[in-house]
């Protein structure tokens, strides 16, 4: 396949950082995502929104990235929440039942309101009228 087929963007938004998905997410190169996270963790990253909008594919591999991510996060008082899946990267995460594992937001702005809102604890702050 000639061209670029898989891609890891990052930004810092506050104490989120954003990482973005573009091409195909497999097993052959997850291997540039679990760095790109890992990288961060080091650096004490440990609130994290995962922007699918340019992920044109995953993989069963790329989904069990996102649910080891998913608990190590939790593990160290963050979070992992997926953003604006395009139509087969939604499909893939409703196949793998991913949804009922991990926020899944409709937008990127969604995602980065609902990753802030986490304590230090991990846990989801109540949200009050």
């Known amino acids: 396949m000639a061209g670029i087929t898989f891609a890891v963007e990052t930004a810092v938004h506050g104490p989120v950082v954003v ?7 497999t097993d052959e190169n997850r291997a540039e995502l679990e760095e790109e996270l890992r990288a961060s963790v080091d650096r004490g990253c440990r609130r994290f929104v995962v922007d699918l ?8 591999a790329g989904l069990g990235v996102f649910a080891f991510y998913k608990h190590r996060m939790e593990e160290k008082g963050g979070c992992l929440v997926l953003a604006s899946p395009s139509g087969s990267a939604r499909q893939m995460i409703l196949a793998g ?16 309101e609902l990753a802030g809102r986490k304590t230090t604890s991990g846990r989801w702050k109540p949200v009050t009228v």
């Open 97 to 112: 039942s991913l949804h009922k594992l991990l926020p899944v937001c409709e937008t990127l702005a969604e995602a980065l």
């Open 19 to 25: 990482v973005k998905l573009i091409g195909w997410l």
């Open 53 to 60: 909008s340019s992920a044109h594919f995953m993989d069963q």
